[in-house]
């Protein structure tokens, strides 16, 4: 049975059609504008103009442009890796070495992707400078994930998510993907000329590497 379609219900979807589309072009401009000029100096007039909408548009969608830089900053998270695959990834039954080597295939993945570069440069501004959307977006977007990771290498390392040395392993197994990804032109361009940065490879060297270290860490740990 084929439901008849009415020119009133073609033309009341159209607008919202449309609306997601300018909301996303805007959010997208914002993105690079905030990653290249950062929040202080990126007006949204600016904005607006980049991404060919109205004046009103960064109102109209995100209410002011606080409202449009938190919504960067999520995008700029899901970007990086989204909450719900962490959550998917926690539930699974896949061994706690399977689950940090999903974490860092997604991350690691994202090398030469311009689609995470702007990402990446708007949360590194922002953890530099601060803004006062910051405690929000942790609270609902780095804390989550954070205690995933936590539970994850815990789980490796058999020994409590927040123990100091659980703690102080995050930082040593995500650090580098991070940085690489944040720096990884400049780096195998200027300081490391020569340097394979192939994502399988260097995803499989950050497993063994980071196995062998959990294993160190783990053992000096418990003979304390």
Not at 128 to 138: D, G, I, Y
Not at 143 to 160: S, T, Y
Not at 162 to 188: G, K, M, N, Y
Request: include cysteine; hydrophobic fraction near 45%.
């Amino acid at each position: 049975m084929v439901v008849p379609v009415s020119p009133q219900t073609v033309v009341a979807r159209a607008p919202r059609q449309d609306g997601q589309a300018t909301r996303q072009q805007i959010l997208e401009t914002a993105g690079q504008l905030f990653a290249e000029l950062g929040y202080a100096n990126t007006t949204s007039k600016q904005i607006c103009e980049s991404s060919r909408a109205n004046n009103a548009s960064v109102n109209y969608h995100f209410e002011n442009k606080d409202g449009l830089y938190r919504a960067v900053l999520h995008e700029a998270h899901d970007r990086l890796v989204r909450i719900e695959t962490m959550i998917s990834l926690s539930e699974s039954p896949a061994s706690p070495e399977d689950k940090l080597r999903a974490i860092i295939t997604v991350l690691i993945g994202g090398l030469g992707n311009q689609r995470e570069g702007w990402a990446l440069k708007v949360l590194t501004r922002e953890l530099l400078s601060p803004s006062s959307v910051l405690p929000e977006v942790l609270e609902e977007q780095a804390f989550p994930k954070a205690k995933i990771v936590r539970e994850i290498l815990g789980q490796i390392m058999q020994l409590p998510p927040d123990d100091p040395a659980t703690l102080r392993s995050a930082v040593s197994v995500f650090a580098p993907c991070l940085f690489l990804l944040i720096a990884h032109e400049p780096l195998a361009r200027n300081v490391l000329p020569g340097l394979e940065l192939d994502p399988p490879a260097l995803i499989e060297h950050m497993m063994n590497y980071a196995r062998a270290g959990l294993q160190a860490v783990s053992g000096a740990a418990k003979a304390l």
